[in-house]
């Protein structure tokens, strides 16, 4: 009987310590990739943009895409929470910030400037 309590014991920490991994993930590879982020409400209307982000060791890089994939600027800085990454980056003469958070795997929601809403949307590549 106490080997089997043992064995059961062993099962569980085993499969306490597996899951434990699987939710392992850093927030900089929760963010690696492309991004569809929709500003709303700005003076101009909503803004469309595509973040590319790359992991450089523990933080992120990256850069600001139009629509279209024409390259708007350089990420300066990324900070990263648990589930939270704020970018600084210059758009049109301004130091701009955009802070967003994990919503669930591919999506996030967050703010321009704490003033402007902001909702994204990982851009995931067709099978090929």
Same mark, same amino acid.
């Given at each position: 009987m106490k080997n089997l309590s043992l064995i059961i014991g062993g099962l569980l920490i085993s499969l306490l310590s597996l899951n434990a991994n699987v939710y392992a993930q850093s927030p900089a590879d929760?963010?690696?990739?492309?991004?569809?982020?929709?500003?709303k409400g700005t003076p101009n209307g909503d803004a469309n943009m595509i973040l590319v982000l790359e992991k450089k060791e523990d933080s992120l890089t990256g850069v600001v895409q139009d629509e279209s994939g024409n390259e708007i600027t350089k990420i300066d800085k990324a900070e990263l929470g648990e589930d939270t990454a704020t970018f600084y980056f210059n758009a049109e003469g301004y130091d701009v910030t955009l802070e967003l958070t994990k919503a669930d @795997?591919?999506?996030?929601t967050g703010n321009l400037l704490g003033m402007f809403e902001a909702e994204? @949307?990982?851009?995931?590549?067709?099978?090929q």
């Amino acid at each position: 009987m106490k080997n089997l309590s043992l064995i059961i014991g062993g099962l569980l920490i085993s499969l306490l310590s597996l899951n434990a991994n699987v939710y392992a993930q850093s927030p900089a590879d929760y963010f690696v990739g492309k991004w569809k982020v929709v500003i709303k409400g700005t003076p101009n209307g909503d803004a469309n943009m595509i973040l590319v982000l790359e992991k450089k060791e523990d933080s992120l890089t990256g850069v600001v895409q139009d629509e279209s994939g024409n390259e708007i600027t350089k990420i300066d800085k990324a900070e990263l929470g648990e589930d939270t990454a704020t970018f600084y980056f210059n758009a049109e003469g301004y130091d701009v910030t955009l802070e967003l958070t994990k919503a669930d @795997e591919d999506h996030v929601t967050g703010n321009l400037l704490g003033m402007f809403e902001a909702e994204g @949307e990982r851009i995931i590549a067709p099978k090929q």
